[in-house]
């Protein structure tokens, strides 16, 4: 079965640059849309992104100005960076598998979530 | 972009009993191609968010039929139609297009 599993950096000091990576098993990054989902402590779930294999992305409004997703076929992997980071960004950062409407019956967005990654920023 | 709003925002409930969770959209989510992307998704205690329903009413693989999704346009429901302690957690509803925007959440309890 589809597995993800975020990793990277758990601590950064404000206006570092946040990057973490998501290796994909069990089913190719050509295939699908990947995607970014943020919770900070105590909160609810923000969707950050996708990306495509073709290098086609989508971000949320609100952190688009930040953020920069991009993928590593030959490694299986994805990642996100979101610069300029601040106390508001400290959250758990899961990555997923997700979609965008389309012909199917079946709908892949957000259908498959890695563990997540718990990533703080303190000075 | 679409606002979810969802109540209750706390759950009580007796297990065995039936628990129902509303959502409402600021504006319709019947997309462009005529399908509505409503997904609900479930929270446990200290896991990874895990997708139930998507497209309204279509249940995910391996999840119980005792979970069920219904509504259209802007007013969605979801239903446990016997609660059981593995049931807690927090549930979120979440519009996919044109860019995913989640409900507050809603935190179902054991009473």
């Known amino acids: 079965q589809v597995q993800l599993q975020e990793s990277g950096p758990g601590l950064l000091k404000p206006s570092e640059t946040l990057s973490l990576t998501c290796t994909v098993s069990?089913?190719?990054?050509?295939?699908?849309?990947w995607g970014w989902v943020r919770q900070p402590p105590g909160r609810g779930l923000e969707w950050i992104g996708y990306i495509y294999y073709t290098g086609r992305t989508n971000y949320n409004p609100s952190l688009k100005s930040r953020v920069t997703m991009s993928l590593d076929t030959s490694k299986n992997q994805f990642s996100l960076k979101l610069n300029s980071v601040t106390a508001a960004d400290t959250a758990v950062y899961y990555c997923?598998?997700?979609?965008?409407?389309?012909?199917?019956?079946?709908?892949?967005?957000?259908?498959?979530w890695g563990q997540g990654t718990t990533v703080t920023v303190s000075s | 972009d679409a606002v979810m709003t969802q109540s209750p925002l706390s759950l009580p409930v007796t297990l065995g009993q039936p628990a129902s969770i509303s959502c409402r959209s600021s504006?319709?989510?019947?997309?462009?191609?005529?399908?509505?992307?409503l997904s609900w998704f479930q929270q446990r205690p200290g896991q990874s968010p895990r997708r139930l329903i998507y497209?309204?009413?279509n249940r995910d693989s391996g999840v119980p039929d005792r979970f069920s999704g219904s509504g259209s346009g802007t007013d969605f429901t979801l239903k446990i139609s016997r609660v059981e302690a593995d049931d807690v957690g927090v549930y979120y509803c979440?519009?996919?297009?044109?860019?995913?925007?989640f409900g507050q959440g809603t935190k179902l309890e054991i009473k």
């Open positions: 997923a598998r997700d979609g965008v409407p389309s012909i199917d019956d079946y709908y892949y967005g957000l259908d498959v």
């Open positions: 497209k309204v009413s």
């Open positions: 069990g089913a190719s990054i050509s295939a699908f849309y």
């Open positions: 979440m519009q996919g297009a044109p860019w995913p925007t």
């Open positions: 504006q319709s989510l019947v997309y462009s191609d005529g399908n509505t992307y």
